[in-house]
């Protein structure tokens, strides 16, 4: 299901692959299949589009030129090639007639020949108009050209800039190959023989127009589409709702960034779209957020009247959304840092209760943003926009923010009596434009990974099983883990014991562990099997809270903000035991002061002091996150 006609507003990446029956590239058709799957997931969301010729003929680059003018960003040739020629099917592409197609392109950006001695014909491309060009200065072996191709594709689809991608595909390689006698190479001319490549480790170069090299080195694929909701919809839903009508309009920034959302607001009936009952729109809303943000969406719905309580969910709402992004970049920082040379600042967490009711979690982003910046490549990229809307004090995100820190300091000592219609709506607008800002987490996955174990049948491939499930919440307040064997089979593995963020489940090995600032409480808590119950299969989440008598305090997202600061139900702290669990407290009996005066006779038997800290790895996990991030 589409939103709408964008195909003349998004960018082409042509792949171009040609084999030689006397010369015979094995890994070629991998190559395809790995730069395919590297980029099918922005294809399928119509972020950008991918054409593919596996057997490519010079009538064919030609053709698809021409039928898609100016809309190709990037063209990737792979094959024999050397320094004035394409080795094409069916006969050798000239590189100068190529290179006056290529420059004649307004909308290329790139251009990557991918086969053996290709730096020949840069100057040619740029003399004609082509930006930037990536080529290679000596011949090149066949399984090192996928692997650099390969890792070049995915930094790209995972938001990096041309240069950043290609730096990454550098080091890839440098890490992964040390030099070797080469094999089968993609040199027009090899006929044969072995060759050792002693001129240079890295074969690869970036050469750019001068005038144009800081635009065109810091270009990036589109990470969302440029239209979102069609305007009909968006008068559905204001006509639908009255209390959440503005949060519900989230949907169409969400939209950009997972156009499935959109599929399941309406149906099709032959010709014709229909719109569907308005009243699930807001599960889209919930569903397509992590956890800790729906969970207090959903709350929203319970409480619609324009009074305090609804005003205290809309800031909490703000208050736990801002929390898990600061947190993300925490973590980000943290991963970026490990082993670099850098003046990072610790982030302000090891702070007591009432300053961590008052930090502004969202108000450090930008910082913090930049910090990553300055030691590698952050995870999310997308938060590069909503850091700088953050520092420009005319931006409507940046306006919200400082009303609802504004009300966030209200609602804490002087709770409003006045006009509470009003301020509810206006509220609830500053609350679905911060929303609005972390709308790119629809494209991204939170699950928990309680275990992670080895799989290896007789004669099979290595696997891994994990005990995990996805942290999204549904119209329940349960969130299971995959029950399907198969599914929970994965060729590659994550962190265990942790919360991850990915962007493609099929590649674990790309996310970023979230812990232990956000955790599920579930995967520390053990209990005998015979005393397992549906409740220890569901996920238990918890944000970091506040450090204090050498502990860390989590608090659930289950209720909001406020009420988890002020009951101890709604909290958890790292020197709990697994006593305390097992004789179902959240809190040991110390915590809440003398006993009346009477002694029960517990204290001798419980073997409290001995009982394991169930919540052990996360504080040490943390002081190493200190440690680290002030070294």
């Not at 042509?14 to 099918?40: C, I, M, Q, V």
């Not at 009074?307 to 208050?319: D, I, K, Q």
């Not at 300053?355 to 502004?360: G, K, L, S, V």
Request: with cysteine; net charge negative; glycine share 6%.
């Amino acid at each position: 299901m589409r939103l709408n006609n964008t195909n003349n507003m998004t960018p082409i990446i042509f792949l171009t692959f040609a084999n030689d029956p006397d010369a015979h590239l094995a890994l070629l058709k991998e190559e395809s299949r790995r730069l395919y799957g590297a980029l099918e997931e922005l294809d399928r969301k119509e972020y950008l589009k991918l054409i593919r010729e596996e057997s490519a003929q010079v009538k064919d680059i030609f053709a698809s030129f021409t039928k898609n003018k100016d809309r190709i960003a990037i063209f990737h040739y792979a094959g024999h090639a050397a320094g004035t020629q394409l080795n094409l099917e069916g006969g050798s592409g000239n590189a100068e007639g190529l290179a006056q197609l290529l420059g004649q392109q307004e909308g290329l950006q790139l251009v990557f020949l991918n086969g053996c001695s290709t730096k020949g014909q840069v100057q040619t491309l740029l003399a004609a108009g082509v930006p930037a060009v990536i080529a290679t200065a000596v011949p090149i072996e066949d399984r090192k050209a996928m692997e650099f191709s390969q890792q070049f594709y995915e930094a790209l689809a995972n938001r990096r800039t041309i240069e950043q991608a290609f730096k990454m595909a550098q080091a890839y390689l440098e890490t992964k190959f040390s030099k070797s006698v080469e094999v089968v190479m993609r040199d027009a001319s090899w006929v044969g023989a072995a060759v050792q490549d002693n001129s240079m480790d890295m074969p690869w170069g970036i050469y750019v127009q001068e005038a144009r090299k800081t635009e065109i080195l810091s270009w990036k694929l589109p990470f969302f589409r440029p239209v979102g909701l069609p305007q009909d919809m968006i008068q559905y839903i204001g006509s639908s709702f009255t209390a959440n009508r503005y949060i519900v309009l989230v949907l169409d920034e969400m939209c950009k960034y997972n156009p499935d959302i959109y599929a399941q607001m309406v149906e099709k009936r032959g010709e014709e779209t229909i719109k569907k009952d308005s009243k699930h729109f807001p599960w889209l809303v919930i569903e397509n957020f992590p956890w800790p943000i729906g969970s207090q969406i959903r709350l929203l719905r319970f409480y619609d009247k324009p009074n305090v309580e609804r005003l205290e969910h809309l800031v909490s709402t703000y208050l736990i959304t801002s929390q898990l992004l600061y947190y993300i970049l925490v973590s980000d920082l943290w991963e970026q840092s490990r082993g670099t040379i850098h003046d990072a600042k610790w982030p302000q967490l090891e702070q007591q209760k009432a300053a961590f009711t008052n930090f502004d979690f969202l108000g450090q982003i930008p910082a913090l943003y930049n910090q990553i910046t300055g030691v590698g490549m952050p995870f999310i990229g997308e938060l590069e926009m909503l850091a700088t809307d953050l520092q420009n004090a005319e931006s409507p995100l940046s306006k919200a923010h400082t009303f609802l820190e504004k009300m966030r300091k209200e609602l804490q000592t002087n709770p409003p009596t006045a006009d509470l219609d009003k301020l509810c709506l206006r509220t609830e607008q500053a609350v679905s434009i911060v929303l609005r800002a972390a709308a790119f987490l629809a494209r991204y996955r939170l699950l928990t990974v309680r275990n992670v174990s080895i799989n290896r049948p007789r004669f099979e491939p290595l696997a891994y099983e994990l005990d995990m499930g996805p942290l999204n919440a549904t119209q329940g307040t349960g969130l299971n883990l995959y029950q399907d064997q198969e599914y929970r089979r994965k060729e590659n593995y994550s962190d265990s014991s942790s919360i991850i963020l990915v962007s493609n489940e099929k590649h674990l090995d790309k996310s970023l562990n979230l812990s232990p600032f956000i955790i599920d409480k579930n995967t520390f808590v053990k209990v005998k099997k015979s005393e397992t119950t549906e409740q220890d299969r569901l996920a238990h989440i918890f944000l970091m809270g506040w450090e204090e008598e050498d502990r860390l305090t989590y608090l659930a997202v289950d209720h909001s903000f406020f009420h988890a600061l002020d009951n101890e139900d709604d909290q958890i702290h790292t020197n709990m035991t697994q006593e305390d669990f097992t004789e179902g407290r959240n809190l040991k009996e110390d915590d809440f002061g003398d006993d009346f005066g009477l002694d029960f006779g517990l204290d001798t038997d419980t073997g409290s002091d001995d009982s394991p800290k169930v919540f052990q790895l996360l504080y040490d996990q943390y002081l190493l996150c200190k440690n680290d991030l002030t070294q």
